[in-house]
């Protein structure tokens, strides 16, 4: 393998060698901190633009299955790890991890100190800019500092055009913010007939539709950079259907009904990650992705009241209205990877369906 370099936009330099494709790339740095499930997590919008570092050390060895993938055109940005194994396991791969960022034209640089990286991004308390080079020379750092990073990243993965997931049971529109196929695998377990809509879905496109429910789909970016007219369409549509948003749904749930949404210090992105369902004291655990937290202080306890609480930084990771049969978590409830605790909330969210079909 090739010398490569990772360099940040402070100036700092590790050094390592290259695999996956041999261009040069360019996006913010986070990291995950999962043991398991790295197709999933590389495959996952969330990460558009972004370069992610993984803090298990040895990547790869399970090789990339083709029933998992949370997207099929994955837009991460390049791919970080301590050791890479192209040696894989099990009896069903079909690609080595090398071959597949290849395939994708994503870089990826090994033999890299990935603590070390860990430290430097939770001391900044946010994402740092980085880019992986084949030299670290002034031209490499000029690019970086002169490059801007997009705000429009919803719009860069979410479908542009509606589409059908079939089904037999409960109608369920699906809108695409960055959809993560978790999703479409828990509603089709449960034999909903959904439909996937654009993040620009109107009111009246969302409704035409006649759906039991509505998911809001988890996404990357920040959701203040969205058009406000989403939030107004989310009022007016969780007055009328039931609604359950995920992750960046969840965020735009919660500006709908007038909280604010802030940046996290240090990014959540990991799994068997401990919440309190506050209504039970119970802890679950779940699979957390994400750079943006709701502000506990600008929730209207009169709209909304919180379901789950973080046990590490007390944010809130679930919300439900009180008038209106919606909800909403910061998590991902679909696993993919991580665990299934949370599952149920798909099965919530099939209750809640029915009631309100049952009181029409």
């Known amino acids: 393998m090739a010398a490569r370099y990772l360099i940040f936009e402070d100036g700092t330099v590790f050094a390592g060698e290259g695999f996956g494709a041999p261009a040069v790339t360019f996006g913010e740095v986070v990291f995950n901190t999962s043991m398991t499930g ?41 791919v970080v790890v301590r050791s890479l194994s192209n040696v894989a396991t099990n009896n069903v791969r079909r690609l080595t991890l090398d071959q597949y960022l290849k395939q994708m034209n994503i870089p990826g640089i090994t033999n890299i100190d990935t603590r070390a990286i860990v430290h430097k991004l939770r001391a900044a308390g ?72 654009p993040y620009t879905a109107t009111t ?47 965020e735009l749930f919660a500006m709908a009904n007038g909280a604010q949404v802030n940046r996290q210090p240090v990014e959540h992105h990991g799994m068997n990650h401990p919440l309190r369902e506050v209504i039970t004291d119970h802890i679950v655990y779940a699979t957390q992705g994400g750079g943006f937290q709701v502000d506990p202080t600008t929730v209207d306890r009169t709209k909304l009241f919180v379901t789950y609480i973080d046990m590490l930084d007390n944010s809130i990771q679930g919300l439900r209205h009180r008038e209106y049969p919606a909800f909403s978590v910061q998590f991902f409830p679909d696993g993919a990877p991580g665990p299934d605790e949370t599952n149920a909330l798909f099965d919530e969210f099939i209750d809640v369906m029915n009631r309100k079909e049952a009181q029409r």
């Open 38 to 78: 790295y197709q999933e997590i590389i495959t996952n919008q969330i990460y558009n633009n972004q370069l992610l570092v993984f803090t298990q050390p040895n990547i790869g060895s399970t090789g990339i299955q083709r029933n998992i993938y949370e997207t099929i055109v994955p837009t991460i940005k390049g």
């Open 126 to 197: 946010k994402p740092l800019k980085g880019s992986i080079v084949p030299l670290p020379d002034d031209h490499a750092f000029d690019q970086l500092h002169a490059t801007v990073l997009t705000s429009q990243q919803v719009a860069q993965v979410a479908t542009p055009k509606p589409y059908p997931n079939p089904g037999v049971g409960k109608s369920v529109v699906v809108v695409d913010f960055g959809l993560k196929n978790g999703v479409l695998r828990q509603l089709s377990r449960r034999k909903c007939n959904v439909t996937v809509l």
């Open 204 to 250: 009246d496109e969302i409704l035409r539709l006649d759906p039991d429910g509505v998911v809001l789909s988890t996404g990357p970016g920040d959701p203040n950079r969205l058009n406000s007219s989403i939030l107004q369409t989310i009022r007016e549509v969780e007055e009328r259907v039931p609604l359950f948003a995920i992750g960046l749904g969840h």
